[in-house]
């Protein structure tokens, strides 16, 4: 099979981090943690700019995680039709592995046990 077959009409062409930041206490005493995931989408066109926002928090006030990874997508091809829906549902899920890998490093800091989010079916967040 031709590559190009199976490329993607929805591309990422830019991605950043605007924002990542941690706060702690010394001693973190349980992992009761909150997570919270925003996103916006505004659209120029056939291109979209995309922010995802998540947070971490601790109940008890032991450490608040947030990082706010931003990206650019162009469409074109045969998903036109249905782009906002294409631009919905995948957009997080191609930017969800970078910001996962960012809370880990964040958080591989000595005397606290890195954080590891698990994989998510991102479509429960559209």
Not at 91 to 116: D, K, N, W, Y
């Amino acid at each position: 099979m031709d590559i190009r077959e199976i490329r993607s009409d929805l591309i990422m062409t830019d991605f950043y981090f605007s924002e990542c930041s941690i706060k702690r206490r010394m001693k973190i005493e349980d992992d009761k943690l909150k997570i919270n995931i925003e996103k916006s989408v505004d659209s120029d066109g056939d291109t979209f700019h995309v922010q995802v926002k998540l947070t971490i928090t601790h109940e008890g006030g032991d450490l608040d995680i947030s990082v706010t990874a931003n990206a650019v997508f162009q469409i074109s091809g045969s998903m036109i039709e249905n782009r906002e829906k294409v631009v919905q549902e995948n957009t997080i899920a191609i930017m969800f592995p970078f910001i996962r890998s960012e809370v880990t490093l964040l958080t591989s800091q000595p005397g606290m046990t890195p954080i590891v989010l698990p994989t998510i079916n991102t479509r429960k967040l559209v």
